[in-house]
């Protein structure tokens, strides 16, 4: 089963989804944040049997929930999770960091950021599950 990738934005969603064993993230594509997009997460929850969620959370500059946080647990109440389980994942400087490996391959398409977003999101929990017991899970957050 795989595992998908939410980098949520209030105009723009971006959605990365995992290989069969979860090893390798890939940027799926940007759906806009709109009630289409309900119908469209169900579609790939069921297309690709996705088992589990790693939601970006927002933090402030200290690391801790703000308003933003709230926004996107709020989100995700309105999404059917049954038998899914959802992970929040820290997502501190993941759309910063998207728009320079844009900047750095040409493309600097600021639409684009969200699916890469969503995926350096979804990769960096995917590896902190390869790594030893010691660092694993680092930067989940509890919700």
């Given at each position: 089963m795989r595992t998908l990738g939410i980098d949520y934005g209030e105009k723009r969603?971006?959605?990365?989804?995992?290989?069969?064993?979860?090893?390798?993230?890939?940027?799926?594509?940007?759906?806009?944040?709109?009630?289409?997009?309900?119908?469209?997460?169900?579609?790939?929850?069921?297309?690709?049997?996705?088992?589990?969620?790693?939601?970006g959370l927002p933090l402030d500059d200290d690391g801790n929930e703000g308003v933003?946080?709230?926004?996107?647990?709020?989100?995700?109440?309105?999404?059917?999770?049954?038998?899914?389980?959802?992970?929040?994942?820290?997502?501190?400087?993941?759309?910063?960091?998207?728009g320079l490996i844009l900047k750095k391959t040409g493309r600097g398409r600021r639409d684009r950021v969200d699916d890469i977003a969503a995926q350096l999101i979804l990769q960096e929990y995917l590896d902190s599950r390869s790594q030893d017991s010691r660092s694993q899970g680092s930067n989940v957050i509890d919700s």
């Open positions: 969603i971006g959605i990365a989804i995992s290989d069969d064993n979860a090893i390798i993230a890939s940027r799926y594509k940007i759906f806009k944040n709109d009630k289409s997009f309900i119908d469209n997460f169900n579609n790939i929850v069921i297309s690709y049997k996705i088992s589990r969620i790693v939601v933003s946080s709230d926004k996107v647990k709020n989100f995700i109440k309105t999404l059917d999770m049954r038998d899914i389980e959802v992970i929040y994942w820290n997502e501190t400087l993941t759309t910063y960091d998207a």
